[in-house]
């Protein structure tokens, strides 16, 4: 299951994003979204994880809770619009 990650710090990177997440289950995949232009964190990110029951535990824990000075928006990843 994927999920969406908001309003990220723009100090969170890869790394801190699955480290932040790790502890609810097994992470396949943090990813913080990247501008190609200004090479800086868009404030936004995708967590994979390898287990849909983890994944809603993370969701439920984690939408609303404040890190690093901002109020994460966690959910459910929707497929990309065209």
Excluded: C, Q
């Amino acid at each position: 299951m994927k999920l969406y990650v908001g309003n990220l710090s723009w100090s969170i990177n890869d790394a801190k994003l699955k480290e932040i997440f790790s502890e609810f289950g097994e992470v396949s995949e943090a990813v913080v979204i990247i501008d190609k232009f200004s090479k800086r964190s868009k404030g936004f990110g995708f967590v994979t994880f390898e287990n849909d029951e983890d994944a809603k535990k993370a969701e439920s824990s984690l939408n609303g809770k404040e890190v690093d000075g901002r109020e994460l928006r966690v959910n459910e990843a929707k497929p990309r619009e065209e």
